[in-house]
């Protein structure tokens, strides 16, 4: 009897899980699909295209000669390259010496970091300081105001903690100095953590949209997101950009795809990484 | 005894503090970076927030703008305006909406997940389940466009095909607090399920074992051992998240919101983007932030607390 609902009631759960499966995967294909239909298509169809009966790349060429969504791509990748390279040099470079429960001074650091992810000066100071310090339009106001995240820096810590004392002391016995121990034993060591809050870092520069925004108005250096944002929007609000020709379902859907594609291919090779890292932060947090 | 080693320590701690701080100068120099990094755009921006309290100039700046009169002249500029009331009461609808609809989601997938003996099955369920979490806002909003644009979106195509009229669900009041809380669960389902499957394994598996012997389903067993199991996560996560009830999520409602659906959608940080940003009212702006901020960190503070008191009970 048992045996006979507990079957009915697992095929429930597959369906169900299957349907998630597709809820997910569908929208994806489905915008794949129009961004590669020619627009006359799309509206004769009647709406149903999971695959295209005509195959067009009319969109994606037209915005390689457009040359925007290129550039936007440049900015972006600059960012993510850049950004996360100051982020991890200057997050681990933080975290080493409070890990040394001796050095003076370092209860009242990390109660000056834990406050910050309670209090912020909000939006508005934040913006005038970047402003003061120079960084308004500038591909360094969208790397810099971010530039140590207060949580990173606590699972970097107390992930370097759990290092074997006995190395340390080791290194030290041998002659290393700081420096020697951070590079030469802490950072190798660290790499699975360095791999996780790096790659943290890098989504977040690549989905960059927030900072930009606010501190850039010079469209030359808007990442993609906010090219992005500025033709989704173009098509639901024909009061921007009239000089512009207002973009089609079509091509706002090639721009989607091109602006999610990497990380949707690169992302299940490097999924493991970023499952670990939330076990990581709420056991440490 | 211990009176007279703190007094015998005195006089030269000065020159002791000196003295390690010369010793341990590589740690502090590795420092100087990040610290820097948060004195000017951490801690700086805190001190900005005085502008809440002047009349911000910018030609003074921050620091010789006069000081405003009286000191809450915008909290009280915000507090009387219709906007307070609209404001508030939309973040919070917001926030609590979503605090609702979409927990359950993700302990409804977790417990699945947890029934699924297929190794592999439920490995692709979990790694398709985490990708919209990846995505950006801005995709997201595409996908919502690609769906449910009043012109080609491919719900309003089936609507229009069936009824011969559209809906406008992007510019709708009636619909857009709806598709806020329903792509944020399609965003979130799969990765909020992470904690909880982590939770499962602490559950004793000999509970099952008991539970089979005495005869009982897998629902039962779902209802009486796997629940109870992750009900202290369930409240702790609750907990945390009511403390950050106020944030109802920016990036998303100004990605995805217009000027048609601003009395469901205007929350306090759009609001103050606009106020700031917009009109370059800075200092209205910064009385509003610095009030939310307020409020917030109290709500934190509290909810830290009573998580703090169950903890034992919890890892």
Not at chain 1, 201 to 209: F, I, K, Q, R, T
Request: net charge positive; aromatic share 14%.
């Amino acid at each position: 009897m048992t045996v006979w609902k507990d079957r009915l009631f697992l095929s429930v759960v597959y369906i169900l899980l299957a349907g998630l499966v597709v809820s997910v995967i569908f929208p994806l294909l489905y915008v794949i699909s129009v961004s590669l239909t020619p627009y006359s298509e799309v509206l004769k169809q009647g709406g149903f295209l999971v695959f295209p009966r005509h195959v067009t790349l009319a969109a994606y060429k037209a915005f390689l000669r457009d040359g925007l969504i290129p550039h936007a791509y440049g900015v972006t990748v600059f960012i993510t390259v850049v950004g996360t390279f100051v982020n991890l040099v200057l997050t681990s470079l933080m975290a080493y010496p409070l890990t040394k429960k001796y050095l003076p001074g370092r209860n009242a650091f990390l109660l000056l970091i834990v406050f910050t992810t309670l209090f912020g000066g909000g939006m508005i100071p934040t913006y005038l300081i970047v402003k003061e310090t120079g960084l308004l339009d500038t591909v360094w106001a969208m790397i810099v105001p971010g530039a140590v995240g207060s949580f990173n820096l606590l699972v970097m810590k107390a992930f370097f903690e759990n290092l074997p004392e006995s190395l340390d002391e080791a290194a030290r016995i041998d002659g290393a100095g700081e420096t020697g121990i951070l590079l030469r034993i802490v950072l190798p060591l660290s790499m699975p953590i360095m791999a996780t809050i790096g790659l943290f870092y890098a989504v977040g520069h690549w989905n960059e949209y927030f900072a930009a925004i606010i501190y850039v108005s010079d469209r030359k250096l808007h990442p993609l997101q906010v090219m992005l944002q500025g033709i989704l929007r173009a098509g639901q609000s024909p009061e921007m950009n009239i000089e512009e020709t207002m973009p089609t379902i079509s091509l706002q859907m090639a721009a989607v795809v091109l602006t999610a594609l990497p990380i949707v291919v690169i992302y299940p090779f490097i999924q493991k990484h970023f499952t670990k890292g939330v076990l990581l932060g709420s056991v440490k947090g | 005894m211990e009176k007279t080693i703190a007094e015998a320590k005195a006089p030269n701690l000065g020159t002791r503090w000196r003295r390690n701080a010369w010793r341990y100068r590589a740690l502090y120099l590795m420092m100087i970076p990040g610290l820097l990094y948060y004195a000017i755009y951490v801690y700086g921006p805190m001190y900005g927030a005085v502008i809440a309290f002047k009349d911000y100039n910018v030609t003074k700046g921050i620091f010789g703008s006069p000081w405003a009169d009286p000191w809450y002249r915008y909290f009280k500029m915000y507090l009387d305006s219709p906007y307070a009331w609209q404001t508030l009461r939309n973040t919070l609808l917001i926030s609590l909406y979503k605090l609702v609809w979409g927990m359950p989601p993700g302990i409804i997938l977790a417990i699945m997940l947890n029934e699924v003996k297929h190794k592999f099955f439920k490995r692709f369920v979990q790694t398709v389940s985490y990708l919209p979490h990846f995505l950006s806002m801005v995709i997201i909003y595409g996908l919502v466009v690609a769906l449910l644009s009043q012109t080609d979106g491919l719900v309003n195509q089936w609507i229009k095909a069936l009824t011969g009229e559209s809906v406008p669900f992007l510019t709708s009041t009636d619909w857009f607090r709806t598709i806020l809380v329903s792509t944020g669960i399609w965003q979130n389902i799969g990765w909020s399920a992470i904690i909880y499957l982590a939770a499962f394994s602490s559950i004793d598996p000999s509970l099952y074992e008991a539970a089979r012997c005495d005869g009982a389903g897998r629902r039962r067993m779902i209802w009486h051992i796997t629940l109870p199991g992750i009900r202290s996560v369930i409240l702790l996560l609750l907990v945390l998240r009511l403390g950050h009830v106020l944030d109802a999520g920016f990036e998303q409602i100004y990605i995805m919101y217009n000027v048609h659906v601003y009395p469901v959608a205007d929350i306090i940080d759009t609001w103050v983007f606009r106020v700031g940003l917009v009109d370059m009212n800075f200092s209205l702006a910064t009385a509003v932030g610095l009030f939310k901020t307020l409020i917030g960190v109290v709500l934190i503070v509290g909810a830290n607390r009573l998580a703090k008191r169950w903890e034992g009970s919890i890892w």
